[in-house]
């Protein structure tokens, strides 16, 4: 079977006779072979590397493996396993080097609480119709209000500086947002575009106007440029703005962003350019920022085969031993950890990151930072490999057959969730042995220092507050309504890096990575075109152009509701929506 996509080159499958992919063949770039097996899916490119992603029955994908091109050295894992209830449900959790995440519901699955562990962290009251109406989590109180269309009416914390309360229209669209600090009020065209946002304060009073042309390509501001007669940009390219200038490829993806100089302007050979380079997959895997034709900064990009971003490495200017500025030749490196579509760890040499999602949605609802030094101390043997490391009869190791070993794992089990199955009781004890000394024979678990943190965000999904379990407000911050920082306060040094839902950003570029795409907050739009062409749009470039409205998790197509949760499953529905290449 082939598929071809304007621009692109003919991408060739081979299926087996169950109907799975076996063979990719891309002329242009890599291709992947798929080797099935019971319980892990091995996928060799072209250039003979190869990643092993593991499964487990029904839940499918739980693990993914990275090892090195070369040496076959393990350079990353991460695992997410599911548990899930008569109803079939994931009510539990798993995820990497954490204790398992317990989802506490009700009736046909409505969320009431969340543990951690043994510990009980947020709870949920909701009203007859099974509307979240109070969140608490210790000192935190958030409570919600809905006007009678079902509509979001008022946030209101126990801290009254991050209240909020909603207006809407009889479109159904958002006309404000108040808050003891500023009130936001929005205008729109007839079509529902976000045309002019006006925040008022203490002595305060501003407001914005967003001009597009009929595609949604942003145009000159008409009150800072009133002589400007563009009306529309070809193919829609955007070539030029108030900050930069703009090139693309032939395939329409970015390539060069290079300083603008005002006009009167003096060139003074000091402009920097920002340069995007791509894969036959159109995923951006290589970016540079220079300055009088020198790198001030350079990054890669590793994605897994499910298209997903793995890996980072980032090489900054800095001053080597002999006073000259040049690139760091150690470059920071970054690994990424997924659930299916939502990214859950980042992990550097310094800290683990790990973020619990709402169930079903792309909202973040709590934040756990462990330093990389305290997850080396989590480092055990299994039971199994205890006692083959000094079964033999000298005092030195023996080899168990692989049943063996899986009965020892599921026992080493149940004796660290103290829930050891009259099964395994018998077994033991047929063997001669007790509970009390098979615990006895397990290396002691370390329980890591960790830092909690609660997310309080916008209607969208957008954090605005970290919370820690004391109820201290330990970071803020205030953006626009396309996701620039505005402004942040940080005092404990957190790193807090998700934006609009699906986004996250990258410090190097500016950017802010969308699963299947990048998006430029500053223009408000993607820098490549639409993965799934039309579905997604005429414009193959554009974010929703109603952003306080309207999301885009996946890169992929807009989405608009008045509940949050139904995130979930528009996720599912443009899964299957994707196309195989």
Not at 70 to 99: F, K, M, V
Not at 240 to 247: M, V
Not at 459 to 467: A, D, E, K
Request: with cysteine.
């Amino acid at each position: 079977m082939a598929h071809r996509h304007t621009g692109r080159p003919e991408i060739r499958y081979r299926y087996d006779s169950d109907g799975r992919v076996t063979e990719q063949l891309n002329p242009a770039g890599l291709s992947y072979t798929y080797q099935y097996e019971k319980d892990r899916i091995t996928i060799t490119d072209s250039l003979n590397r190869r990643e092993v992603l593991h499964t487990q029955g029904e839940a499918g994908l739980k693990r993914v493996v990275k090892n090195h091109p070369e040496t076959e050295a393990l350079l990353w894992q991460h695992e997410t396993r599911h548990a899930y209830n008569a109803q079939g449900l994931a009510n539990r959790c798993i995820p990497d080097s954490l204790p398992a995440v317990e989802w506490l519901t009700y009736g046909s699955g409505w969320l009431a609480g969340m543990k951690l562990g043994d510990t009980p962290l947020v709870d949920f009251t909701r009203d007859r119709l099974h509307r979240e109406t109070l969140r608490r989590f210790g000192r935190y109180e958030l409570s919600t209000a809905y006007t009678p269309a079902g509509q979001l009416q008022s946030q209101h914390l126990n801290s009254l500086q991050y209240d909020r309360d909603y207006t809407w229209n009889d479109n159904g669209e958002l006309i404000r947002i108040s808050s003891p600090r500023q009130t936001r009020s929005y205008s729109y065209s007839t079509t529902g575009r976000l045309t002019g946002v006006h925040t008022t304060a203490a002595n305060l009073d501003i407001r914005i106007l967003y001009a597009t042309d009929p595609a949604g390509n942003r145009l000159p501001d008409p009150e800072l440029h009133p002589d400007s007669t563009l009306s529309m940009w070809p193919d829609n390219r955007i070539a030029r703005d108030a900050h930069y200038l703009y090139r693309y490829d032939r395939h329409g993806r970015l390539t060069e962003k290079t300083d603008l100089i005002p006009e009167g302007g003096i060139r003074t050979d000091d402009e920097r350019t920002h340069w995007y380079h791509y894969d036959s997959q159109h995923r951006l895997v290589h970016y540079t920022r220079t300055q009088y034709a020198e790198p001030l900064v350079e990054s890669r990009y590793l994605y897994d085969p499910l298209g997903r971003r793995v890996a980072k490495r980032v090489w900054r200017r800095e001053r080597d031993l002999t006073g000259w500025m040049s690139l760091s030749r150690k470059p920071e490196v970054t690994w990424y950890g997924w659930d299916g579509d939502r990214l859950t760890t980042i992990q550097n040499d310094r800290t683990r990151i790990q973020t619990v999602y709402q169930p079903g949605s792309f909202t973040p609802l709590i934040r756990v930072e462990t330093a990389t030094g305290e997850l080396a101390k989590t480092q055990r043997r299994s039971l199994a490999d205890a006692l083959q490391q000094s079964g033999g009869e000298d005092g030195g190791s023996v080899v168990f057959p692989p049943v063996l070993v899986q009965m020892l794992d599921r026992l080493e089990s149940e004796i660290l969730a103290d829930r050891v199955s009259e099964e395994s009781r018998r077994w033991l004890a047929s063997c001669g042995l007790t509970v009390a000394q098979m615990k006895n024979q397990m290396d002691p678990v370390y329980t890591p220092a960790r830092k909690i943190h609660l997310y309080h965000c916008d209607h969208r999904g957008l954090p605005l507050v970290l919370i820690s379990t004391e109820g201290a407000t330990e970071w803020c911050a205030e953006y626009d309504e396309w996701g620039n920082l505005l402004n942040e306060e940080n005092p404990h040094h957190l790193q807090q890096l998700i934006r609009l839902p699906g986004q996250q950003y990258d410090e190097e570029s500016g950017l802010y990575y969308n699963r299947h795409r990048y998006y430029d907050p500053l223009q408000g739009r993607y820098i490549t075109q639409d993965p799934i062409g039309l579905k997604g749009g005429w414009n193959f470039y554009q974010y929703p152009l109603s952003p306080v409205n309207s999301m885009d998790p996946l890169g992929l197509y807009e989405f608009k509701s008045k509940n949050i949760d139904d995130i979930g499953i528009f996720a599912l529905a443009m899964w299957v929506m994707l196309p195989t290449y």
